[in-house]
């Protein structure tokens, strides 16, 4: 298949709009117990055992309402851009977090979609799915078109005249 035919299919509306569903409904659902539920989160971001202390608070707080208005902003085509890149960076650090886990053997739950202490989470089927949700945002990323407002010359030298 030559690059403009792979390109023109990344870059098909549908296909934009049933990916941005898929990861910003994921980021969305995510979201949801742990904003109802920041404790739980902040314990289980400590699990990981992998950042100091006094970022756990923070970070169990601050997630995700990045998570809810980053799937929010995907999902109805908000700086689609912006909204990928920063998705883009939280799944590159959720699975390093998850990575080190499954290394180190720490039977934890992820805190990925539930925060019960007791259910812990299947790591490696969590680095697959952070794995496709990359891929998909990549794409998102790479080939969804974005709506460029311009002004014509006319209104553009009016606006100028006014501005004089």
Not at 10 to 39: C, E, H, M, W
């Amino acid at each position: 298949m030559n690059k403009e035919k792979m390109r023109h299919i990344l870059s098909n509306r549908i296909l934009q709009i049933i990916l941005r569903l898929i990861v910003g409904g994921t980021f969305i659902y995510a979201s949801i117990g742990k904003i109802a539920d920041p404790v739980s989160f902040a314990k289980a971001i400590n699990n990981y055992q992998m950042l100091p202390e006094f970022t756990v608070n923070f970070l169990g707080v601050f997630i995700p309402y990045l998570e809810f208005i980053t799937g929010t902003f995907l999902i109805i085509g908000l700086f689609k851009k912006g909204s990928s890149l920063i998705i883009i960076v939280s799944l590159i650090l959720f699975t390093i977090g998850l990575l080190q886990a499954y290394i180190r053997g720490l039977s934890i739950n992820c805190g990925c979609f539930s925060l019960d202490p007791s259910t812990k989470s299947e790591i490696l089927i969590r680095i697959i799915q952070d794995i496709f949700l990359l891929l998909f945002t990549f794409i998102i990323l790479l080939y969804s078109k974005t709506k460029k407002i311009e002004l014509n010359n006319k209104e553009s030298e009016n606006v100028n005249q006014q501005r004089i």
